[in-house]
């Protein structure tokens, strides 16, 4: 599979417990992103990679959320002292951009994170 | 702010009928515009971008700046159409997609 993978698919978490999910992109894309997505809402923006550099964060991701992609490969998204606000499905997406050329998103399938 | 607005949670036609997924847009500047469309037990995927102009699985969207919209539309339903469908803006800096909170289309047979 040449797509968008992220780990795990489903995470069920004791409130106030830390959690990291994983997203490796498609390998030859520059970009990487990550959005949440609550039910009956669309994804909502959390933060971007341009390579390892982490360029945009949303006022969504409190100082309990970091996000990283070390070598500009995979990136982890750790939540921690998680909240039961926090559930939501995850989404992963990587795309290449070249100049001002962007080829369009490919997003993974997410990972769904429940807090009980 | 931009913000995309989608009227319809849902939208339920028959087989054969015409369809049209509204989508509204705040932007102020050139906007660019997406749909795209999430499959029963799918990922989400592009189904198409206004700046291509072109018909992805006979749909068609055209961008209205004087309305600020940005309709789906298809003439002739098919039940595999039966999805969430998403309409999607870019900002400003082409750096990210801001999403309406989406359509589900249900066609009946």
């Known amino acids: 599979d040449t797509g968008v993978s992220q780990d795990p698919r489903h995470k069920i978490t004791k409130r106030g417990q830390n959690v990291t999910f994983r997203c490796d992109p498609i390998s030859e894309h520059n970009r990487l992103y990550w959005y949440r997505q609550t039910l009956g809402q669309g994804p909502e923006f959390l933060t971007y990679?341009?390579?390892?550099?982490?360029?945009?964060k949303s006022r969504l991701l409190s100082d309990r959320f970091s996000a990283e992609r070390p070598k500009g490969s995979f990136s982890t998204l750790e939540i921690q002292r998680t909240e039961q606000g926090d559930s939501a499905m995850y989404l992963c997406?990587?795309?290449?951009?070249?100049?001002?050329?962007?080829?369009?998103?490919?997003f993974g399938s997410g990972t769904r994170l429940t807090v009980v | 702010a931009q913000r995309v607005t989608q009227p319809e949670k849902l939208l339920s036609v028959f087989k054969g009928a015409p369809v049209e997924l509204k989508c509204n847009y705040s932007y102020s500047g050139s906007p660019e515009l997406f749909w795209y469309v999430q499959y029963s037990r799918q990922r989400l995927q592009l189904l198409l971008r206004?700046?291509s102009r072109e018909s992805i699985k006979g749909f068609t969207a055209d961008l209205n700046k004087g309305e600020t919209s940005f309709h789906l539309k298809k003439p002739f339903a098919q039940e595999e159409d039966s999805a969430m469908y998403y309409c999607?803006?870019?900002?400003?800096?082409?750096?990210?997609?801001?999403f309406g909170a989406g359509t589900i289309l249900r066609v009946k047979s």
């Open positions: 999607a803006l870019r900002d400003r800096y082409g750096n990210k997609l801001v």
């Open positions: 206004h700046i």
């Open positions: 997406a990587s795309s290449l951009r070249g100049g001002t050329e962007d080829y369009g998103y490919t």
């Open positions: 990679f341009q390579n390892e550099a982490q360029l945009e």
